[in-house]
């Protein structure tokens, strides 16, 4: 029974064991904690897809000699293309790089009992994320990026305006709202926003 939990003893189910082992732990990282908390099913997709894609790549290369460089290029790849993108919040830069974290670590991961090894160090993940989303939650609150066209409002005095303006062109309440971006050339600015789960679950992209 224990030559069926050597992941060494053959390096196809070597690489099917760990694969399962991936998905699963994205699965509960991604659809039950992540978009349990945000509602972006846009974004749990590309999380999905990248950390697929990051382990084949990493499983691939394994065989040649470099496995720290390969995993500190891929976090240094994906962190230059995040730049050259739309810019993410925080939160989610820490969710990419989690999952960047679970393919690379379960793709090339070496313990002295792999079972053991694997389960402990998913689940160390896995419960942090949660308990962390659990105590840093934003009182139930979703939030959205929009591109903005009344600067004069954003203005610190008149916050109460700012809210209420946003508030009366989405057609949802408001609750909060950061500054992300101005772009004094357009003269637009691009804002994220928050507001109740029940007043709406997609992002908008402009107001």
């Known amino acids: ?5 050597e992941f060494a003893q053959d390096p196809i189910w070597n690489v099917l064991v760990r694969f399962a082992v991936t998905l699963f732990v994205l699965i509960i990282i991604i659809r039950l904690i992540y978009f ?37 290029g891929l976090f240094a790849i994906f962190a230059i293309l995040r730049f050259r993108s739309r810019n993410l919040s925080i939160r989610e830069m820490t969710y990419f790089f989690t999952v960047i974290g679970v393919a690379v670590i379960n793709a090339m991961a070496t313990f002295y ?43 610190p005095e008149r916050k109460k305006e ?16 950061e500054i992300k971006k101005i772009d004094l050339v357009k003269n637009t600015s691009e804002l994220e926003i928050y507001f109740g789960n029940g007043d709406s679950e997609n992002d908008r992209d402009s107001a």
Not at 38 to 58: D, K, N, T, W, Y
Not at 162 to 177: A, C, F, H
């Open 1 to 5: 029974m224990s030559s069926f939990f």
């Open 36 to 72: 349990r908390y945000s509602r972006r099913e846009r974004r749990a997709f590309s999380f999905f897809q990248m950390g697929i894609m990051i382990f084949l790549v990493c499983t691939l290369l394994k065989t040649v000699e470099v496995q720290l460089g390969i995993a500190l």
């Open 113 to 155: 009992n792999p079972v053991r090894g694997i389960i402990l160090i998913n689940s160390i993940i896995i419960i942090s994320l949660f308990f962390l989303e659990l105590f840093f939650r934003r009182r139930d609150l979703s939030s959205a990026t929009l591109i903005y066209n009344n600067l004069a409002l954003l203005n």
């Open 162 to 177: 700012l809210l209420s303006d946003l508030s009366e062109r989405s057609g949802i309440k408001i609750e909060k709202v």
